[in-house]
């Protein structure tokens, strides 16, 4: 799988700590169900899962669908030789230090 989705679904353990966080902190507020002991652990690390495999299944199946299909420009075929050939400069020919340097 490419990078970008491996960075997606990271971000998926934050989200479910936050999640998790919430679930606890909104326990025996008033107009919310109040359980104690470990019942607010197993709904904390209820929450937690869920939301893992719901974000897995959402980049997994939704996300695709969104993707653009249109026409390359190119970009990802270029290879560095070819760029260095077009456009001549680089740090090392435009940065002043090493102008002087030579």
Same mark, same amino acid.
């Given at each position: &799988? !490419?990078?970008? *989705? $491996?960075?997606? $679904?990271? &971000?998926?353990?934050?989200?479910?700590?936050?999640? +998790?966080?919430?679930?606890?902190?909104?326990?025996?507020?008033?107009?919310?169900?109040?359980?104690?002991?470990? #019942? #607010?652990? $197993?709904?904390?690390?209820? !929450?937690? *899962?869920? /939301?893992?495999?719901? /974000?897995?299944?959402?980049?997994?199946?939704?996300?695709?669908?969104?993707?653009?299909?249109?026409?390359?420009?190119?970009?990802? +075929?270029?290879?560095?030789?070819?760029? +260095?050939?077009?456009? !001549?400069?680089?740090?090392?020919? &435009?940065?002043?230090?090493?102008?002087?340097?030579?």
């Amino acid at each position: &799988m !490419a990078t970008d *989705w $491996w960075a997606q $679904w990271i &971000m998926c353990i934050p989200c479910a700590l936050i999640l +998790s966080y919430l679930v606890f902190k909104a326990n025996c507020e008033e107009g919310y169900y109040c359980v104690k002991g470990s #019942t #607010t652990v $197993w709904a904390c690390t209820a !929450a937690f *899962w869920l /939301h893992i495999v719901l /974000h897995t299944l959402f980049l997994k199946y939704v996300v695709p669908r969104f993707r653009f299909e249109g026409k390359s420009d190119g970009a990802d +075929s270029n290879t560095y030789k070819g760029c +260095s050939e077009r456009i !001549a400069a680089s740090w090392f020919t &435009m940065n002043p230090i090493y102008v002087l340097r030579s």
